[in-house]
């Protein structure tokens, strides 16, 4: 085998080993946040947001949390619902968790196989039997970059 094929050869497989990993911008607002109790001697009703664009003048999905709060260890089912104007531009969903002291954590969550604006994950509150605090979640709705899922349905036209 020649030399200039086994540099060849050799390059193409050290390309090859080099993935790009994926990055993504958030589409929903920075401060899309619910708050849930942990430690509440019982269940509470769930909680809802709606999620908004970047600028927060467009309402572009809703959050729920049920239930919105209990005892230490109780499991809660988060749905993000993305509106359908905007579903095909979300490619990931992802919920921030900050437990104060207990610190932070980011979950994604599974969207639906059936609609693609509908995610899902569910999460166990975890502390001492005795412990109280508030949770605070935040939603954030990811658009990969480099594809072109945004530009569907925009129009430069002027209307002239």
Not at 79 to 87: C, P, S
């Amino acid at each position: 085998m020649s030399l200039p094929l086994l540099v060849v050869l050799l390059s193409g497989l050290l390309a090859c080993d080099k993935e790009e990993e994926a990055t993504y911008s958030q589409f929903n607002g920075a401060d899309d946040s619910l708050t849930i109790q942990v430690g509440a001697s019982e269940a509470l009703d769930a909680v809802s947001i709606e999620l908004t664009s970047t600028t927060g003048e467009v309402i572009v999905g809703t959050a729920t949390v049920d239930p919105g709060g209990g005892p230490v260890g109780t499991e809660h089912a988060i749905v993000v619902e993305v509106y359908d104007d905007y579903q095909h531009i979300v490619d990931r969903v992802s919920v921030r968790m900050d437990a104060g002291s207990r610190g932070e954590d980011e979950f994604d969550l599974t969207q639906d196989s059936a609609d693609e604006g509908v995610w899902k994950t569910t999460l166990v509150s975890a502390g001492e039997a005795d412990e109280v605090r508030e949770d605070t979640l935040t939603v954030r709705c990811w658009d990969l970059d480099g594809d072109d899922d945004a530009e569907a349905g925009t129009s430069n036209d002027s209307g002239d």
